[in-house]
């Protein structure tokens, strides 16, 4: 038996949907009505301010909340609401990562975190200066994780000045190394700078972790020829190198994201390089952005960043 619903008008004789209401007279809405009338914005607004009343077929249900009767209007479904105020319906795709029993902001910036004391966005302003004899101006974006909580990156914003033919700038998400020493624990081989352990077991090798807070994986998604593999929690090495991850005692590129965007001329105003992704800048990795000066000329540009983080500044 299909579901019936009736809707009554509180408020003075009106339409809605091309459908005349008359005051405080009930309407039943066949199934085709009912998703047509639950399409429409006019119908949601009225049933917020009480103009409508929902029913579930029986008079005497007068009191659903607005909530409730824009719900059942539209099919007993639960609709994606909004975080902002929890009453107006999500109505748009959202990079905006959640975290359970966290809060994540949107954050403009033109530069990383202070190298130094771990100050939000007090790093290296995103200015770079080409000349002729320099080749390239890159600057490090980092953040720190462990002092101020997790960060993603979302869309980036250039504008540069006075470029000439084949200058261009690029962005690339970098692993840091991993330390090493050589006094104890020595369980790990180093060839060509990738970090193994040692087919001989523990203790049968050249090298030991430094630190083990600062153990940076190298992910191999595409590959699968990773010397380690990783669950979330245990780390164990993986001597047929088909493993996820591998592991390097020198900086790794991880991913490339903007690739020889052009600089040539001037832009006038910052252009955005929009898009529905969103990405972790995990802990011990950072951003690296290089401005390329192939004209071997005198050019400018800077660099905004949309990122995502769970604090927006240190008090």
């Known amino acids: 038996m299909a579901k019936l619903v009736k809707i009554k008008n509180t408020g003075v004789d009106d339409t809605w949907a091309g459908q005349l209401l008359i005051q405080n007279v009930y309407h039943v809405l066949s199934e085709a009505e009912a ?22 077929g029986t008079d005497t249900v007068d009191d659903m909340t607005p909530y409730n009767g824009w719900e059942w209007l539209s099919g007993d479904e639960k609709l994606p609401i909004s975080d902002l105020d929890g009453t107006k319906l999500a109505v748009h795709t959202s990079s905006k990562p959640y975290l359970e029993g966290k809060t994540t902001y949107a954050v403009w910036t033109g530069s990383g975190d202070n190298a130094m004391n771990g100050m939000m966005c007090d790093g290296d302003m995103l200015e770079f200066d080409l000349t002729p004899g320099t080749a390239e101006h890159a600057i490090d974006v980092k953040y720190n994780q462990a002092m101020n909580g997790r960060v993603w990156i979302h869309e980036g914003y250039l504008k540069f000045e006075g470029g000439g033919a084949g200058d261009y700038i690029d962005a690339v998400v970098i692993a840091m190394a991993t330390p090493l020493q ?134």
């Open 35 to 56: 998703f047509l009338w639950a399409n429409k914005s006019d119908v949601f607004d009225s049933i917020a301010d009480g103009t409508l009343v929902v029913n579930n």
């Open 182 to 315: 050589t006094a104890v624990n020595l369980d790990l081989i180093v060839t060509d700078n990738w970090i193994t352990y040692s087919t001989g077991g523990a203790g049968t090798g050249t090298h030991g972790f430094a630190d083990a807070n600062q153990i940076v994986l190298v992910p191999r998604p595409f590959s699968n020829d990773g010397d380690w593999d990783y669950d979330g929690t245990n780390l164990t090495p993986n001597f047929t190198s088909t493993g996820g991850y591998k592991m390097a005692d020198i900086e790794r590129i991880v991913s490339k994201y903007m690739n020889k965007l052009p600089c040539r001329g001037t832009s006038n105003n910052y252009f955005s390089m929009t898009s529905d992704d969103t990405t972790e800048l995990l802990q011990n990795y950072f951003l690296r952005i290089t401005a390329h000066n192939v004209s071997d000329t005198t050019w400018f540009a800077s660099a905004i960043i949309e990122i995502f983080r769970e604090r927006t500044f240190n008090p």
